[in-house]
Each structure stands twice: as C-alpha cells, then as structure tokens.
T-cell receptor
Framework: QKEVEQNSGPLSVPEGAIASLNCTYS??????FFWYRQYSGKSPELIMS????GDKEDGRFTAQLNKASQYVSLLIRDSQPSDSATYLC????????????FGTGTKLQVIP | DAGVIQSPRHEVTEMGQEVTLRCKPI?????LFWYRQTMMRGLELLIY????????DSGMPEDRFSAKMPNASFSTLKIQPSEPRDSAVYFC???????????FGNGTRLTVT
C-alpha cells in the first residue's frame, strides 16, 4: 500500500463547477496535511494546510480532513481554467521528525 | 523574502560525470528536504535535514548520491557518477518547524545523456 494515494486523473470539470480531489494515507498517526498545486514545468506551491478534523475554508478552496477514515480532500468551488494543474496531497508522517510524503497527484482540467 | 534558491536551473551532462546541485533555504527555516520528481514515480523524498543534521536518507537511491548541509544556509546534492536514469527534476524545499508546510525552490532539471 502506498503511503499517500491519489487518483491520477485527469479530472475534467466545466468552468464554474466544483472540483473534488481526494487523498488517502496509510500512517494513522499523521497530524499535518497539505495540498499543493503544480503547474506544468513549475514547482509545487502550497494551497492549504489542515491539521484538525473537519473543514477549513480559504476563498474558493476547502480542505476536509477525516483522520478516522484516513482521508483528506480538497474542494475547489467556481472552478476556473487557471485552476487547471496537478494537485498534490502531502502528509507529514508521525514521529519526532518531519518526513513529508507526497501522493503522485491528480491532474485537473477545467473546461471553459 | 527570497524564497528557496536552487542552482543551476538546468544541467545537461554526460554519463559518468559528477553533478552537484545547490540549495539555499529560506532564512530561519530549520529543515531542508531534497526531492526528485519524475513522471513515473512522482515526488520522491531523497533526504532531509533538521538543524543541518541528516535525519533520514533512506530515499537516496544508491551510493552514487550524497548530500551535505555544512551550515544553515546551504546544502548540496551530489551524484557521482551520473547515469541516464538519474534524469529528473530535483527540488529542494525548506520548512520553518515541525508542523509548517514545505516551501519549494524552482528545481533543477537534470539531463544525463
């Protein structure tokens, strides 16, 4: 089992729709979770951090965390063509030091 | 805030040559990470440092790879000898503390022919 799993996509949504990106992780003790966006040929950039169960909203983005199910998701409301990118889920492993493991990413395509 | 600075941006070398990648983390960040990204395997953690000390190098693929962090503001990743399968984008990232997110540099695209 991979430490962090994501559907590779591509996930295609029409402009203005809600895009839902999902991620599961294997380390039950993980406490810190991150979503990154990566445009082609660029470096990953942080979108959201979430540490507690529930929802966290920032503008058009909402991160959702369910530690019991070992599941974290990212919702993008009112999707725009500029949101087309690969979205990476990252999990900080339990333990004293901060090893951060990334999923392979979900490619999102927003169709105008 | 200058961000994480990596050099060079692109490196093309021949098989067997030594390659050195460089990274300057964000000032004040106490952890530094080296990742390799390929289409097939995604982002793979190679090694990470905490307060300049290597913590986990289990991701370093072979003895041909080595990394150092002589001080808080500089790290190197060296490949000697390089092989075509080392071709990838290498990212350096730093973070402020144990719960903070990673901030990535622009990466070095390595091509070994």
């Amino acid at each position: 089992q991979k430490e962090v799993e994501q559907n590779s996509g591509p996930l295609s949504v029409p402009e203005g729709a809600i895009a839902s990106l999902n991620c599961t992780y294997s380390d039950r003790g993980s406490q810190s979770f991150f979503w990154y966006r990566q445009y082609s040929g660029k470096s990953p950039e942080l979108i959201m951090s979430i540490y507690s169960n529930g929802d966290k909203e920032d503008g058009r983005f909402t991160a959702q965390l369910n530690k019991a199910s070992q599941y974290v998701s990212l919702l993008i409301r009112d999707s725009q063509p500029s949101d087309s990118a690969t979205y990476l889920c990252a999990v900080k492993n339990s333990g004293g030091y901060q090893k951060v493991t990334f999923g392979t990413g979900t490619k999102l395509q927003v169709i105008p | 805030d200058a961000g994480v600075i990596q050099s060079p941006r692109h490196e093309v070398t021949e098989m067997g040559q030594e390659v050195t990648l460089r990274c300057k983390p964000i000032s004040g960040h106490n952890s530094l990470f080296w990742y390799r990204q390929t289409m097939m395997r995604g982002l793979e953690l190679l090694i990470y440092f905490n307060n300049n000390v290597p913590i986990d190098d289990s991701g370093m693929p072979e003895d041909r790879f080595s990394a150092k962090m002589p001080n808080a503001s500089f790290s190197t990743l060296k490949i000697q000898p390089s092989e075509p399968r080392d071709s990838a984008v290498y990212f350096c990232a730093s973070s402020l503390d144990g719960n903070s997110p990673l901030h990535f540099g622009n990466g070095t695209r390595l091509t070994v022919t």
